[in-house]
């Protein structure tokens, strides 16, 4: 009776499928997209893993890259976790950027339109994986945290304050607390992100409710909804 092979690891399997498919093609992969590639399998890894458990070996096989080529992209694993939260933040906090400076968008209106940006392109998408590992472990690894900081909070909170002092100024806000502490505006979507990962299947969050919620606190008014 003939044996059954053992059955390879998805890893391993995907890595065997990645090469195959561009060896049946015949099609080289462009350095840009093999780049991507890496990061993505990095996210995976972080956000299954760990910082501190995650291997480069498991990221190179999960890409379906050699070490050394890894090696080529990335001198390090810290420097990896850098690039990849410049390559999955930095275009979105660009467009944060553009959406508090636009002239012809009101205080209010900016709000909601980050309000949404932030549910679509981070609660949507893998983009809260990197910030659930950086809450999760960011104490643990300081580095981690430093980046995040360096990279996106700092320019966050000054977007912030910038919109919430131009609320202030125009009377839309109910307090100017929110000028010296930003930190105020962008609470709930931490929430969401903290209560999406350890509680979602126990009690869903109903995140656009609690985001006009939210507006209401800060302005004082509740928003007619009909």
Not at 115 to 122: G, I, N
Not at 142 to 170: D, F, K
Not at 199 to 210: Q, S, T, W
Request: net charge positive.
């Amino acid at each position: 009776m003939a044996r059954t092979p053992p059955r390879q690891p998805p890893a391993q399997r995907a890595k065997k499928t990645a090469r195959g498919a561009a060896q049946a093609t015949g099609e080289k992969v462009r350095p840009e997209a093999r780049r991507r590639a890496i990061l993505q399998s990095a996210l995976a890894e972080f956000a299954e893993r760990g910082f501190a458990a995650a291997r480069l070996d498991d990221v190179a096989l999960r890409a379906g890259v050699a070490k050394g080529t890894l090696y080529l992209y990335f001198e390090d694993k810290e420097a990896l976790f850098v690039e990849l939260i410049r390559s999955a933040v930095a275009p979105l906090m660009d467009q944060f950027s553009r959406i508090a400076a636009a002239p012809d968008l009101s205080p209010i209106q900016a709000l909601d339109t980050l309000f949404a940006l932030f549910e679509k392109e981070v609660l949507g998408t893998d983009r809260k994986l990197l910030l659930r590992l950086i809450i999760a472990e960011g104490a643990r690894f300081p580095v981690i945290a430093e980046v995040y900081y360096r990279e996106v909070v700092t320019r966050g909170l000054r977007l912030l304050r910038g919109l919430a002092e131009r609320a202030s100024a125009e009377g839309v806000f109910a307090t100017e607390a929110t000028s010296r502490y930003p930190q105020l505006i962008v609470a709930p979507l931490l929430l969401a992100v903290i209560w999406d990962n350890l509680f979602a299947r126990m009690h869903p969050l109903d995140v656009n409710g609690l985001l006009h919620a939210h507006r209401e606190v800060l302005t004082g008014k509740v928003k007619d909804r009909s």
